[in-house]
């Protein structure tokens, strides 16, 4: 009986991430650790995502359940994840599209038992707003995003003196950020990566519904980033904001760290085998993200950039349709021949947690997707900054100028989403190298790996029993508790 009135006592947490694997993964390590408080949690996504959770449900000891919803038959949507969008030009329109699986979610909302306590939304999901008022839960935002960045962008969202000014101003005049812990300065030519009226309409509704919602769950953790912390809890007007971060932590061994996301491309024997025969912190990890379209030319550079590094290196090619081109200047240049065993080439998905936890990586040349980021910072892996779009020029920002954990391969614009071949180089093999060597062999080097290692044992520790991460999952699952006596008082 007794158990039977703690399973009832306990809250049931509806989590809702968008289709993209950055933004899959961090969902569902979150929802392990919502499980191991003795949460019940039900992740929602479409048929073709829902393999990529199997993991999760290899633990019975964990209540977890996957729930699938499906797109409307007459609208025809075949590309059910952001990852396989054949180009980022319909990277918009994806967004927009996903606010089809509102009646689906809102139909499986009533079949579930027990009634969901509260709504856990991607923030790229704002209809999941209208879900929780019609039920009356509160709606909490899952940002996969630094502090940093929600400070920033908060108030180029309420600021419209400073949106002004940089859209007045030449396309690399930096114009500075106000009010800000540090002199943080943006370009027009990075900040703009799409003007596409859909999108903006997204981004608009994106900010209405993360204002109206009852709190706040990010990925990252208090001693990273405390200033910016601060300063988001009072640009926001709230104290419902929980940092759980870093959530890869929740992946102790070697098997929750593989299956982490898609089917890795190379066995996990294959790849620590050829680490263990590295020396500790040699080799690069070259990742520039799952969702991100590269010009084939843009890749040419960062080959000859590691080929001429002569470090060992491992090297992440994301499948595509442009990949074709990509593959045909490998062969001809017999690259991987030419490396003789110093590199790895691994085509498709790598189980990059597994990668950067392991003592002979040196170095992560990464887009900057925060994912990546908190994922190296978590692991003490010091980082070549190549920033695309969107959060990630400011995460570089963060990396860089505020952490001093890395050096940037200089960037001076974004990638306009479907424009990647059109724009081709803009970084040089020169730069990607040089970056590298500040990074591996520069004055500074020592100081960029103490400072990310001492991060990597915060962050360790606030992921611990007693830790500011581990307790804030313990206030807020107390807290959607209590909601559910007294009802929330904001959706």
Avoid at 334 to 356: C, T, Y
Avoid at 375 to 389: C, D, K, Q, R, S
Avoid at 468 to 483: A, E, F, P, T
Wanted: with cysteine.
């Amino acid at each position: 009986m007794a158990s039977e009135n703690a399973a009832a006592a306990a809250p049931h947490f509806l989590l809702l991430p968008i289709m993209a694997q950055g933004h899959l993964i961090p969902m569902a390590d979150f929802a392990k650790l919502l499980a191991e408080q003795g949460v019940k949690v039900t992740l929602v996504t479409t048929p073709q995502n829902a393999p990529r959770f199997q993991s999760l449900l290899s633990k019975p000891a964990l209540q977890i359940q996957i729930q699938t919803i499906s797109f409307p038959p007459e609208n025809g949507i075949q590309c059910e994840n952001f990852d396989s969008l054949p180009s980022l030009e319909l990277g918009a329109k994806f967004f927009a599209d996903t606010s089809l699986l509102r009646g689906p979610t809102e139909e499986l909302f009533q079949r579930l038992s027990p009634r969901p306590s509260c709504l856990v939304s991607d923030m790229a999901l704002p209809w999941t707003g209208g879900i929780a008022r019609k039920f009356n839960v509160p709606r909490l935002v899952f940002y996969s995003l630094s502090c940093f960045y929600l400070r920033v962008i908060t108030t180029l969202r309420t600021t419209t003196d400073v949106v002004y000014k940089i859209m007045a101003a030449a396309d690399l005049e930096p114009v500075t950020i106000p009010d800000l812990p540090d002199p943080v300065q943006i370009t027009k030519a990075k900040l703009i990566f799409s003007l596409d009226p859909i999108f903006m309409d997204w981004s608009a509704q994106m900010a209405k519904a993360d204002h109206e919602s009852y709190g706040f769950v990010l990925n990252s953790f208090q001693d990273l980033e405390p200033k910016y912390l601060s300063e988001f809890k009072k640009v926001t007007g709230s104290k419902k904001v929980w940092c759980v971060g870093p959530v890869s932590l929740c992946n102790k061994d070697t098997m929750d760290k593989t299956h982490r996301g898609d089917k890795s491309a190379i066995g996990e024997r294959e790849c620590l085998e050829w680490l263990d025969k590295q020396d500790p912190s040699s080799v690069i990890y070259a990742a520039l993200g799952s969702t991100c379209n590269v010009a084939t030319s843009q890749m040419i550079e960062l080959g000859l950039a590691l080929q001429a590094s002569n470090r060992p290196f491992i090297w992440v090619i994301r499948q595509t349709n442009a990949t074709q081109g990509l593959e045909k200047w490998l062969s001809e240049h017999n690259f991987e021949d030419k490396a003789n065993g110093r590199g790895l080439v691994v085509r498709g998905w790598a189980p990059q947690v597994l990668i950067l936890s392991h003592p002979a990586i040196g170095a992560f040349v990464t887009h900057c997707g925060w994912n990546s980021t908190i994922e190296a910072i978590a692991t003490g892996v010091p980082m070549v900054a190549w920033p695309l779009f969107a959060d990630q020029m400011f995460n570089e920002m963060l990396i860089v100028q505020i952490l001093k954990i890395g050096a940037s391969v200089g960037v001076e614009k974004c990638y306009a989403w479907g424009a990647e071949e059109e724009i081709g180089v803009q970084v040089k093999k020169e730069a990607v190298i040089d970056a590298i060597e500040k990074v591996m062999d520069g004055e500074d080097k020592e100081g960029m790996r103490r400072r990310v290692r001492e991060f990597a044992e915060r962050a360790k520790a606030a992921t611990e029993d007693g830790g500011s991460s581990h307790l804030n999952v313990k206030l807020l699952i107390k807290d959607i508790m209590d909601q559910g006596h007294s009802g929330p008082n904001k959706i």
